[in-house]
């Protein structure tokens, strides 16, 4: 079972330190049981706790909080109401007195701490741009950190930040319009997002770019419990991609799109 010893010290070992701000993504259930047979909320303090500990008063802890109803059924968004469907953590961290949630309907990002309002706050409209709290965590070369995945095929959605940035070929940039609010009082504005095309067998798998970052020693991995924390930083998950996608615009994929002449994105008239 983790201690909470057992859990700081393994943040700490992984290169976690006071005034840190780091972007955390998790699968608790890969990591097994904690001490005490603790209840939900109970579990969830255990690891915000330990998190806090270690960063400091300084530090800052942010969390994908996305709303992907917004864009599957068409359910309008509030930026207060609309729940995490990131997983039970990201709720949590996102029911915190003080946390800030950005304003994009389907890949917002919640942060907690030093620094909160200057990566969420304001208004964005491009789900991945620049001025984006992802583009922000980008600027301030924040460590990117995840519970329980490891070099798994997901679990590392700042990866998605990097194919926009770098202009991957089975992507494209979606207007949506349903309604954006904070609490209850509309948020104007033509919200977009990134996207891969449909209909082209497009399956995302992360392991090539997670594993080439170890290799390079621009990475880290410890044990915890049943599973791993795994540790690398903005720029160098930036630096890893650009080398990667010289080499292979669809390295991120598990399989090369089957797309046709004359058809989307190709377009235009056939050969």
């Avoid at 942010?62 to 059924?73: G, I």
Wanted: charged residues 20%; neutral net charge.
């Amino acid at each position: 079972m983790i201690t909470y010893k057992m859990l700081t010290t393994a943040l700490r070992n992984i290169g976690l330190s006071v005034g840190d701000t780091v972007l955390l993504q998790s699968d608790l259930l890969r990591l097994g049981p904690v001490q005490n047979d603790m209840k939900r909320d109970e579990l969830l303090s255990f690891y915000l706790s330990a998190f806090q500990s270690v960063l400091g008063e300084m530090g800052t802890i942010c969390v994908l909080t996305s709303f992907e109803d917004y864009a599957r059924a068409s359910i309008p968004f509030d930026r207060r109401f609309s729940p995490s469907q990131s997983g039970i953590l990201s709720q949590y961290i996102l029911d915190q007195r003080g946390s800030i949630r950005s304003t994009h309907p389907i890949v917002s990002i919640t942060a907690l701490g030093h620094r909160a309002e200057e990566i969420c706050g304001g208004n964005h409209f491009e789900g991945f741009g620049w001025d984006s709290p992802w583009g922000r965590l980008h600027m301030m070369n924040a460590k990117l950190l995840s519970l329980g995945y490891g070099v798994a095929p997901d679990g590392m959605t700042f990866l998605h930040y990097l194919e926009r940035l770098f202009g991957v070929p089975y992507q494209y940039t979606k207007i949506f319009d349903t309604s954006v609010t904070d609490d209850g009082n509309p948020i104007n504005g033509i919200f977009t997002l990134s996207v891969r095309y449909l209909d082209f067998k497009v399956d995302y798998d992360q392991r090539s770019l997670k594993q080439n970052l170890l290799d390079r020693g621009l990475a880290a991995q410890v044990p915890l419990g049943r599973g791993v924390i795994y540790s690398t930083t903005c720029n160098a998950a930036e630096l890893v991609a650009k080398d990667m996608f010289r080499d292979d615009r669809y390295m991120m994929l598990k399989h090369p799109p089957k797309f046709h002449k004359g058809t989307i994105p190709f377009d235009g008239q056939v050969d």
